[in-house]
Nanobody, 113 residues
Framework: QVQLVESGGGLVQAGGSLRLSCASSRKIFVMGWYRQAPGNQREKVATITNGGTTNYTDSWKGRFTISRDNAKNTVYLQMNSLKPEDTGVYFC??????????WGQGTQVTVSS
């Protein structure tokens, strides 16, 4: 069973930065981050393949940067210029090409105005 363990969430003022990390217990083809704001559905922030191909949702493009260290089976999300509307629980996501998805427990990010 694959485990995804997130870290790095917290409380930050608007305009600040945070870096999320997610360590996987096994190699995963696609890793990424989703955000779930209070009362809303989970939505994709960004994904990255093991070859480094990235995909961002427009809301976060230019402010957030996804990266990964394949040797450590770890994906990162550098979040800059944070806004109160970025608040939510951020979930680490993993996808294998044979159709299996994995989720982390989530880490809370709160941006105060």
């Amino acid at each position: 069973q694959v485990q995804l363990v997130e870290s790095g969430g917290g409380l930050v003022q608007a305009g600040g930065s945070l870096r999320l990390s997610c360590a996987s217990s096994r190699k995963i083809f696609v890793m990424g981050w989703y955000r779930q704001a209070p009362g809303n559905q989970r939505e994709k922030v960004a994904t990255i393949t093991n070859g480094g191909t990235t995909n961002y949702t427009d809301s976060w493009k230019g402010r957030f940067t996804i990266s990964r260290d394949n040797a450590k089976n770890t994906v990162y999300l550098q979040m800059n210029s944070l806004k109160p509307e970025d608040t939510g629980v951020y979930f680490c996501y993993g996808h294998q090409p044979w159709g299996v998805d994995y989720w982390g427990q989530g880490t809370q990010v709160t941006v105060s105005s």
